[in-house]
């Protein structure tokens, strides 16, 4: 079994439904619970929120969860962040590695954010966001873990005192054989190996490379290829899900909280089409129960509007004015708290179909909602899964990352009500 532990809730989906595709039974979990039984799962991911908290509260659940997976039959874990390496100098990728690393005893860990399937690639160690170096990208203006380097051996090196090394995308292209050979010169305990990756080829060629590896650590793409792996080693075909999950439940509404270039043009694109929009203004409002309290109010107004939506996400000039006014730390506190408030009160009044854009907001919705797991679904976008969750109440979830999806996304995903 494949063990996978993700920084946050929609990295968790979107290497969910990487697996699923291959043809793995794949079960996603959000909340830990000794008495859960997995049965007969090829790959298990468990959804974390570590991505931006401190580093030691970062690397204790990472540990939890992996003795979890453990307990469970896991034979190899697969560490998930971001395909833009999100995180700071003093970030969390390194330090929870370092702690992976050192429990599971790897001799050496691979690193590889590149997903192509998404426009991230990575050559000669720098990485690329749609043909554009990350630094160049919309990426260095985030508002949490703004990416103003794009040669990630530098990025990584300055979280963690263990060897980065780079393997290039002129040793990728020899094959895996090659690779395997170049992993046995690292083959000492804390060494890190990033490695180059262009295309799916790429991907294949590593995951066949380190198929067998304790401990490997990337996004999606690297756990499509590892995955196709392990199902051709079990004989398991390709998986087309044709499910009704999140197409069915009404009403529905999206939620947004990311800054991300894209979400902000899937905002503009859903209010352009008509969608009711109700802005959380933090720096107005500095208080989460009260833009809560206000955000479910309109939203009782809106009694014959299909598909609202309840959004905080700003552009870069008006997001950098409230976190200078509030702090960063305070104004996210303040809008992920809200938007949890919001999310169990749209569910109390009956919506069964919640679309949220933003890792920090996603996993702010899924722990208000108490949701243990769910089910994976089609996509409504590449790496973006319907979940229709567990329980006797249950509702579908599109947990969107930021950077993700057409602009139309989050308009389709809303739909239209039944009545």
């Known amino acids: 079994m494949i063990g996978a532990i993700a920084d946050d809730f929609t990295g968790a989906t979107d290497i969910a439904v990487a697996f699923r595709r291959q043809g793995l039974k794949t079960t ?17 991911v468990i959804a974390l929120k570590i991505r931006t908290i401190d580093a030691v509260d970062a690397v204790d659940r990472a540990l939890t969860a992996l003795h979890w997976l453990q307990a469970r039959g ?29 429990s599971l005893n790897a001799r050496h860990v691979i690193f590889v954010p590149a997903s192509p399937q998404h ?38 090196s300055e979280q963690t005192e263990h060897d980065v090394a780079l393997i290039d995308h002129r040793a990728v292209a020899q094959g895996p054989e090659h690779i395997v050979s170049l992993l046995k010169e690292f083959d000492t305990p804390g060494s890190y190996v990033l490695i180059d990756a262009l295309d799916e080829n790429d991907l294949r060629t590593i ?30 075909q390709p998986d087309y899900d044709h499910s009704n999950i999140g197409h069915e ?32 203004n933090a720096l ?24 609202p939506l309840i959004y905080s996400s700003l552009p870069p000039t008006q997001l950098h004015i409230t976190q200078q006014h509030l702090g960063t ?59 229709r969750t567990t329980g006797t109440k249950p509702i579908d979830l599109l947990l969107k990352s930021g950077n993700f999806g057409e602009p139309d996304l989050l308009t389709k995903s809303v739909g239209k009500e039944n009545s």
């Open 119 to 156: 426009g991230r690639t990575q050559y000669m160690g720098h990485l690329f966001v749609d043909r554009t170096l990350l630094s160049e990208s919309p990426m260095r203006h985030h508002p949490l873990t703004p990416m103003r380097q794009s040669h990630l051996p530098t990025v990584l």
């Open 28 to 44: 996603i979990i959000f909340r830990l619970d000794e008495k859960t039984v997995l049965s007969d799962s090829d790959a298990v």
């Open 284 to 307: 107005e409002t500095p208080d989460a129960d009260l833009l809560a309290h206000r955000a479910l109010g309109w939203y009782d107004e809106q009694t014959h509007a299909a598909g």
């Open 207 to 236: 995951g066949s490379a380190c198929a067998n590896d304790v401990l490997i650590t990337g996004a999606a793409g690297l756990a499509a290829a590892v995955g196709e792996a392990h199902a051709r080693h079990l004989g398991k």
């Open 329 to 387: 730390a305070r104004a996210s506190s303040i809008l992920e708290a809200a938007m949890g408030l919001i999310a169990s009160g749209l569910v109390d009044r009956g919506a069964r179909r919640l679309i949220v854009a933003g890792g920090e907001t996603s996993g702010a919705v899924v722990t208000a909602l108490n949701i243990d797991g769910g089910v994976i679904g089609p996509e409504a976008a590449t790496g973006v899964p319907w979940i």
């Open 249 to 280: 439940l009404f009403p529905a509404v999206a939620l947004a909280g990311s800054c991300s270039a894209r979400t902000l043009e899937q905002i503009e694109f859903m209010k352009h089409q008509g969608h009711p929009a109700h802005l959380l």
């Open 74 to 102: 896991a034979k190899q874990i697969l560490y998930k962040y971001c395909s833009t390496f999100d995180s700071r100098p003093d970030g969390n990728i390194g330090p929870v590695v370092d702690a992976l690393s050192r």
